[in-house]
């Protein structure tokens, strides 16, 4: 089993910067790909980024390409942190942001249904 625990989602204005962190634990989590996703009220939960195990690969939706970077901290084979930098925020940028972790895999790049395990969601909201 693979625990994930969000925290970093606030209130900022249009233009401004936060950085989400998602604590992940149990089994060998450091060698399995992990990614962000979001879902908006009213809308499909979409794929934002991914990373590789090793942090090798990453991979990002074409909205925030350029604006959002990811990345990991392995401290141990059972214990990481990944990141999310999301930088010139917009107004879209507005949702419930998950973590996830792949069900067994290196690397899951956006294919949502080989993510196994989730967060419980953190919110951003983007004011004007």
């Known amino acids: 089993q693979v625990q994930l625990v969000e925290s970093g989602g606030g209130a900022v204005q249009v233009g401004g910067s936060l950085r989400l962190s998602c604590a992940a634990s149990g089994r060998t989590v450091s060698m399995i790909g992990m990614g962000w996703f979001r879902q908006a009220p009213g809308k499909e939960r979409e794929f934002v980024a991914s990373?590789?195990?090793?942090?090798?690969?990453?991979?990002?939706?074409n909205s925030v390409d350029g604006r959002f970077t990811i990345s990991r901290d392995n401290a141990d084979n059972a214990n990481n942190i990944m990141y999310l930098q999301m930088n010139s925020l917009k107004p879209e940028d507005m949702a419930t942001y998950y973590c996830a972790a792949c069900r067994a895999f290196h690397y899951c790049a956006g294919h949502e249904g080989m993510y196994a395990y989730w967060g419980q969601g953190t919110r951003v909201d983007v004011s004007s």
């Open positions: 990373i590789s195990g090793n942090g090798g690969s990453t991979d990002y939706a």
